[in-house]
């Protein structure tokens, strides 16, 4: 949940429709940020309060030993069924739940050492033993778990087979930022220019697929969830995957990979966001991720900035004698903080525009309101010690009236990451038992704000792409040659979320780098890439791509195309005609309207749908009567590069794998392919996983039939998914490492 839950959203609103004209008028007028927060500071009131106080107890984060006791209790059900995943995951759960030192939490933990011993995480299982020990494990019990501890002991014995992959990047060298974990290629520059703000240009040539820069996030919130796929599995600080997580002594919501995270979380932010958990999953998302930015930054640094502002004139775009670009280096004193390149650094993110004209009065009401309570229910614990005092004045402990900088630095960031926000994804492979062929997907787990990263432009069809390295790990800057004049961090681990932007295509020197912020041309309309863009962006694309689509959407208005429909009579593709479509041959003329289209895709999702479903429960065979009846049906109304026939052709490949029959199966996945490469692209990260799945069909046809005959047709998929999962996922991603296998083994077979 992004924004505030709707409840408190519909009691902002009454609020603001209550508020006098001259009330209203003189909020409209405010520009600045902290009197925009002080006003809406003022407005708060008992019965707002309370309101409050009633929706957050629908996000309760209190332990309850009640709760850790049916969390076991589900815990063992699914470990008797020998699912061990699910089996820790509600061991954890119940972790959370219990009151530490107390039997109930020990009972969590023996038994979450007992899945993890199964899945062969034997050093985690140690650590489980130990935790229950410590915990007051009743003695009686302990035996088994004294044997278990000496099974580990005995595993941990014997050699070790390394499955890890090098970290070894092979990319080119890059260039650090002083004192700071960011990372620029050279060849790489960030420039200012009145027309475009600060961006980044290719100042040499660039090969597709290479690192162009490395930014961490300098503060990340993981999104809640209701099942298994976000919190439940991903460390509240580093955002690295665990089965065994340590949980918060106070709360119930918030768990760690480890003692460490624990401890630096405690320190960094989690002290004062502890005691309004509840209240920080009720205002969402980014309204958390701001406040923990300002957590971080604390007064001081926040002074400064504001210092450094305030005695600077601001540099108008007339100031500029020419509209070329200007080269920035680190740190220039360019006048207007948003026109200068501060690095990773704070001012790196408190020169992001907030946008503050653009939001509408309401939005900004809004965001005013609950940043402001906000900072009235964390006035409800001490004060954060890096807010605690302004120059060592005050007692300490007590909120002193100038601490409400805190809530408009918030206020501040929360209007930011209206445009700023970053969506930190992964890819999840789904763990289906039976199931020859795996079935991926790239899901969202947090929003983070990084300030380099935010230096990017948009465009709908970008020369770039990223992806996201969570948790501890070696510090990745370490691998590049750095310059003299920067300062070098020991190779240590650090936790965190980074991101590396590689580039996509070939790029020249002057060629912008650029970023997708979301509308992509492969998944939307031009028309709709464009509202979006200008509803949460406040700027009108004119990318190359909308351009482009643009035009080519005139020639088809023209033309009356209607890609990926034909006529159910005579099979000739479809034109758009008054509410519906038409047949393109003139003899046949026949004609159906845009509803009964509408009706039949609809339809055909819903069949699609079914057979998941059917597929997930091992009904085969009825998941294959029915994508078969979708198939015929859309058959006669899509053409082969509609996407629906993409993702039936999909379902049906894997239903034929799963059985054993990989002609079939291949066959099917291929017609797959054919959409997927008109709908994103031959050079997209969507082709590039199809291939590999058509590898893995060749490769276990050949493993589980014996037959040699198609290492040919194998080994001419894998260097093309090879080259696309290069290009965006990086060279250690799981499948490339899985590709490079197969191909060795293929190659034996020769």
Known sequence: MDLPCPEWVLHVEQKWTELKTEGTERFCRLTDIDAIFNYGLSLIRPEDLNAFSRLSEKYSVQKSPEMASEFRQQGNLSFKVKDYTAAALYYSKGVCHADKNTEEISLCYANRSAALFYHGLYRECLEDIRRALEAGYPSHLQDKLRARQTACLSQLKKPEKSNQTTTN???????????????????????????????????????????????????????????????????????????????????????????????????????????????????????????RVALKAGQNEVKRVNKSTSEEDHVRCSSYKSDLPVKLRLGDPCGEISDCYHGDTYMGIYSLLPHVAQHSSSSRFLLAITMAMLYRRLQGGPPPGTWASCENKGVSGTWEPEMSVLGATALRHMMQLRCNAQAVTAVIVKEESGMAVQSSSEIRIATAIFPVLSLLNHSCSPNTNISFTTGFQTDPLNQFVCSEDYDDHPKTSRSGVTVTIRASKDLTPGQEILHCYGPHCSRME????????????????????????????????????????????????????????????????????????????????????????????????????????????????????????????????????????????????????????????EDSIELGRQLFKLAQLHFNGITFSFDSGDCGAALSVIPRAHKLLSLHCGPHCEELQELCEMERCLQGLL
């Open 169 to 291: 990047n092979q990319t080119p060298p890059c260039q650090k930022i002083r004192n700071t974990r960011s990372c620029i290629s050279p060849g790489v520059s960030v420039y200012f220019s009145p027309e475009k703000g600060r961006h980044i240009l290719a100042t040499e040539n660039k090969t597709a697929g290479e690192v162009i820069l490395e930014d961490e996030a300098f503060c990340c919130v993981l999104i809640p969830g209701k099942t298994f796929n976000t919190e439940n599995r991903h460390c509240h600080h580093c955002l690295s995957q665990s089965l065994s997580f340590v949980p918060c002594p106070n709360c119930s919501y918030v768990r760690y990979c480890g003692e460490s995270c624990q401890k630096d979380a405690w320190q960094c932010w989690h002290r004062w966001e502890c005691h309004i958990g509840a209240d920080l999953l009720a205002i969402g998302v980014l309204g958390h991720l701001a406040l």
């Open 526 to 681: 031009v028309k709709e890439r464009q509202r979006l863009l200008l509803e949460q962006y406040y700027f009108h694309c004119n990318c190359q791509a909308c351009q482009r689509d643009l035009l080519e959407g005139s020639q088809k208005a023209t033309e009356n195309a209607a890609p990926g429909l034909k006529c159910v009579k005579c099979g000739k593709p479809l034109q758009s005609h008054m509410d519906g479509y038409k047949c393109s041959w003139p003899s046949c003329g026949h004609q159906i309207t845009s509803a009964d289209v509408q009706n039949t895709l609809k339809g055909l999702q819903c069949l699609l749908d079914k057979a998941f479903h059917l597929m997930e429960q091992h009904r085969l065979d009825e998941a294959l009567k029915i994508v078969k009846s979708a198939s015929s049906q859309a058959n006669i109304i899509l053409t082969e590069i509609h996407p629906l026939q993409g993702e039936l052709a999909d379902v049906t490949a894997r239903v034929y794998a799963t059985t054993g029959e990989w002609s079939l199966a291949s066959s099917n996945l291929k017609r797959s392919i054919v959409a997927i490469q008109v709908q994103f692209g």
